[in-house]
């Protein structure tokens, strides 16, 4: 055996393994056994490793491995005083028991060490523990590895069939060998009824006859070389892109990221070939023939540079060949009916109006409990003319109306029905066969926008209603009937519903508030038995929204501290119309004064003012009567505050928030010397509820923009 440290390399062979699965496979095998490995002693915390996935196999390599881990010195519990000691004081009978198995049966009572466990003596014993040998250490991380592998479905196979060792295992796929190298020597470990060795498989079909790994460190060069296996997972895929990218030339190629990845894990020496179908298929809209030709195909469709779809399209193969015409000539056959389907489904669904599918929706179940599709589409439509009303009055509701009606129809189009992902796609190309308005066939697609972080908005003010309108029925909808996400359950994907809403109302600067949006869409269900109704529903909803916009506004890069200024307030009833239009800019106003040097101190001064208000058991006078005041301070303080106010209340309300708060600034020294100077809660009941006005006036013109308490450290 190696006693210096070097490379160990772990690979399992097996059937070809789920391609959905393989990378997590990998990473979880790569994981595991590193993981095992640095906890047995044998590998450094910071190991360097290399993780390996192909179809047909598992491996990790990891440097630096040690054959023997160090000796360490361990101190071990042996048992409480009062149980190992007898009422003389003399070992008793456990403790003897217990050294015995400990190894040590004549260990005198002095070599033990008497300390307090934290709750009463016991005795200790320390001793060197020698480290453990790099086979022992490996077994027990690959054992441990393999069974926590996360398989998808576990499948049960013979080993051995037919002989008197024939056995049942159970894994992911059949596994044929195992290879256990540590530098060049071969490590005595098993798994799954195989005894390590240095011996693989290549490509299937490319390589002829059993592979010998000689050294750990040159097992991706052996495979490559000898067995036609790239096995670098990361490695191969982008190998891939490579290819595909050189394949395309002067065309962009279509590389969604599942797609790549499922195609990586069904090959093992990727080779892109160019494939042709005919022109006549490219009057159905594209995104038909690219989600046929990716989901059922696993081909990669390619457009010109002003992104439409080509009549050549580029498959991955697993067999490399000098004359691939017959790979190339059966693709084509095999794509070619798929085309004429959907060539099929267009054609039929332009037979019935969008206009016309409407009355059926009511046969499509939205939810049990909120009724058919039909009756979602009412409320969105009656959503969209709300808010269009009290956005933008005028023909702007009569057009979200329009497209509201017509946005789920395509729901009952063949097409739809074979591609669920087409979904207002769709709809977009049949409203525009209709005849629809520009707006209405827009906003069927748009609707649906942002589908995912980081997705574009709606582009047109119909869309953009419709949007709204379709996210506040499904999230307030969902929520009202028990159904709101818990932990990482989320099957309504709410989260998202409420982060596209905030989006839209904060990026297009949509001077609608958000209560009343839930307000509005909670009324939409009027006559429903809905389990969660009425207003605490409401701020239970803008609570859920409020944390995702913490989240969204964190994502830009702002603080906590700066989040929570903005942000805490919009869930007070005091706050119900404030909109988040101008969201951004009373963030970055909170950021540019938290700069200030006067930021702190006006910050404490804040949440102490804060808090003398909320105590206070005396009223605010209607307005500041400045002929009872007192002292200087005081005096002071109300002559800086309404020197600012004009000035300050002109910028709050021209939305020039940073200009607003700067001007604020000015106020520290005043405010400083008020609560040196100033006792507020005076026996003088007059002169009590003055001060508390003078303060409420100053905490409100502080608080226009955000709390700034928020900021005190």
């Not at 790099?134 to 077994?139: D, F, I, K, V």
């Not at 997705?455 to 159904?483: C, F, H, N």
Request: charged share 25%; hydrophobic share 45%; aromatic share 6%.
């Amino acid at each position: 055996m190696t006693t210096t440290q070097s490379t160990l390399l772990v690979e399992l062979l097996t059937e070809e393994l789920p391609p959905k699965a393989l990378a997590c496979l990998g990473d979880a095998f790569a994981a595991g056994i590193l993981a095992g490995i640095q906890k047995e002693g044998l590998a450094a915390k910071d190991a360097a490793f290399t993780a390996y996935a192909t179809p047909r196999r598992l491996a990790v390599s990891i440097a630096g491995v040690r054959a023997k881990a160090e000796d360490k010195t361990v101190r071990e519990k042996v048992l409480p005083v009062s149980v190992a000691l007898d009422a003389e004081g003399k070992p008793a009978a456990p403790l003897t028991k217990k050294l015995a198995a400990l190894g040590v049966p004549d260990l005198p009572l002095e070599k033990l060490e008497r300390a307090s466990d934290g709750k009463a003596d016991a005795f200790f014993l320390t001793r060197s523990q020698g480290g453990a040998e790099l086979a022992a250490g490996l077994q027990r991380a690959l054992t441990e590895t393999v069974a926590k592998l996360p398989i998808p479905k576990v499948m049960t196979y013979q080993l051995h069939p037919g002989t008197a060792r024939q056995r049942d295992v159970q894994f992911v796929r059949p596994a044929h060998s195992l290879i256990a190298l540590h530098g060049k020597d071969v490590v005595g470990v098993e798994v799954l009824g195989l005894q390590a060795g240095r011996a693989t498989q290549g490509h299937r079909f490319l390589s002829a006859g059993a592979i010998s790994i000689a050294d750990a460190e040159g097992y991706a060069a052996t495979l490559e070389q000898h067995g036609k296996v790239i096995a670098s997972y990361a490695g191969r895929k982008e190998r891939i892109r490579a290819e595909l990218l050189k394949a395309a030339g002067s065309d962009q190629a279509l590389m969604p990221k599942s797609l790549l990845d499922e195609v990586n894990s069904l090959v093992e020496w990727p080779v892109v070939y160019a494939c042709h179908f005919e022109e006549a298929f490219l009057k159905v809209p594209q995104e038909c023939l690219i989600l046929t030709m990716q989901t059922n195909q696993k081909y990669f469709a390619l457009t010109d540079a002003q992104g439409k779809l080509r009549n050549r399209f580029l498959i991955v193969s697993n067999l490399a060949t000098a004359t691939p015409e017959k790979i190339v000539e059966g693709n084509e056959r095999v794509v070619r009916p798929r085309l004429a389907d959907a060539k099929f489904f267009f054609e039929q669904d332009q037979k019935k109006k969008l206009e016309d599918r409407v009355p059926l929706l009511e046969k499509v179940i939205y939810h049990n409990k909120l009724g058919s599709q039909l009756a979602r589409m009412e409320r969105v439509r009656s959503l969209a003319k709300s808010i269009s009303e009290a956005w933008k009055p005028g023909a702007l509701a009569a057009t979200a109306q329009r497209a509201a009606t017509l946005t789920k129809a395509d729901l009952l189009t063949d097409m739809v029905g074979e591609f669920p992902e087409l979904q207002g796609i769709m709809g977009g190309y049949y409203a525009r066969i209709d005849g629809e308005h520009a707006e209405v066939v827009a906003a069927m697609t748009e609707h649906y926008q942002p589908r995912f972080a980081g997705d574009a908005l709606p582009a047109t003010d119909t869309g953009t209603v419709l949007a709204l309108a379709d996210k506040l029925e499904t999230l307030v909808g969902i929520w009202s009937i028990g159904l709101i996400p818990t932990g990482e359950k989320d099957p309504y994907a709410l989260r998202r519903h409420a982060l596209g809403i905030l989006r839209i109302l904060i990026e297009k600067k949509l001077p609608l508030a958000l209560r009343a949006l839930l307000e509005k869409a909670q009324h939409s269900f009027a006559g429903h038995r809905l389990e969660h109704t009425g207003t605490a529903a409401v701020y239970a909803i803008l609570a859920f929204a409020l944390d995702r916009l913490r989240g969204y506004l964190r994502d830009q890069g702002y603080s906590t501290q700066e989040v929570e200024a903005v942000v805490a307030p919009l869930g007070g009833p005091q706050n119900a119309a404030v909109t988040l239009s101008d969201i951004v800019e009373r963030i970055e106003a909170v950021r540019a004064f938290a700069g200030l040097p006067e930021a702190q101190a006006l910050a404490a001064a804040n949440k102490r003012i804060g808090n003398i208000l909320k105590k206070s058991e005396t009223a605010p006078a209607a307005s500041v009567n400045a002929g009872l005041f007192q002292e200087e301070a005081e005096k002071a303080l109300h002559a800086a505050l309404e020197k600012i106010r004009p000035a300050a209340e002109k910028e709050f309300a021209a939305g020039r928030f940073t200009d607003a708060l700067h001007q604020l600034a000015g106020l520290r020294e005043a405010v400083d010397s008020f609560f040196d100077k100033v006792m507020v809660n005076a026996e003088d009941p007059a002169l009590r509820t003055n001060r508390i006005a003078l303060l409420a006036g100053l905490h409100g013109l502080m608080n226009r923009a955000a709390d700034l308490s928020l900021l005190a450290a």
